[in-house]
T-cell receptor, first 119, second 113 residues
């Protein structure tokens, strides 16, 4: 049981390049999300998915695309990288998509992050 | 518009002391309030969480105090240890089927030996 796995751990891009950040979970979680973390800004939600085939925008979606073809995988695509997208990206997953029920169902598990630099 | 306001931004405490981090929220639809702990180079991990039907929850040295009328909640770390040095985030999630967590901006805690 690996939890939430993100690849790559580090990436350097040139402005205008595209790339895909991979995220996979083996806990059969229905909810997955992508956050970016910038100094002094906390964690900001980019996109999220409540199940295979269903995605929606978060707080800062511009410049990013997502898809969810399987329960396990939730890749994040940068279409044309910009220096403003230099950040640490975290993928997270949780079992439940509500707030009722046992607290344990609401736990979001985070991956170790991808540190991205756009030059 | 920042939905969850966290303070202080940084905190330095001596070993054995009490660390207190505060958060305030505006949206009364929030009904789940977790705290996450993040060590350098790692992803955040859930530390402790509470629902607004209780005023306090304790797990070991970590306690959440919740004041529903004031729309505030805080994390208390008793007998703080150097190993507690990390960044702490409060968060909130609203009822109604949305899984979206709204995070505070974080508090960097340093516990000196």
């Amino acid at each position: 049981n690996a939890g939430v796995t993100q690849t790559p751990k580090f990436q350097v891009l040139k402005t205008g390049q595209s790339m895909t950040l991979q995220c996979a979970q083996d806990m059969n979680h229905e909810y997955m999300s992508w956050y970016r973390q910038d100094p002094g800004m906390g964690l900001r939600l980019i996109h999220y998915s409540v199940g295979a085939g269903i995605t929606d925008q978060g707080e800062v979606p511009n410049g990013y695309n997502v898809s969810r073809s399987t329960t396990e995988d939730f890749p994040l695509r940068l279409l044309s990288a910009a220096p403003s997208q230099t950040s640490v990206y975290f993928c997270a997953s949780s079992l439940y998509s509500g707030t009722s029920g046992p607290l344990a169902k609401n736990i979001q598990y985070f991956g170790a992050g991808t540190r991205l630099s756009v030059l | 518009q920042q939905q969850v306001k966290q303070s202080p931004q940084s905190l330095i405490v001596q070993k054995g002391g009490i660390s207190i981090i505060n958060c305030a929220y505006e949206n009364t639809a929030f009904d789940y309030f977790p705290w996450y702990q993040q060590f350098p180079g790692k992803g955040p991990a859930l530390l402790i969480a509470i629902r607004p039907d209780v005023s306090e929850k304790k797990e070991g040295r970590f306690t959440i105090s919740f004041n529903k009328s004031a729309k505030q909640f805080s994390l208390h770390i008793m007998d703080s240890q150097p190993g507690d040095s990390a960044t702490y985030f409060c968060a909130a999630k609203r009822q109604g089927g949305s899984e979206k967590l709204v995070f505070g901006k974080g508090t960097k805690l340093t516990v000196n030996p």
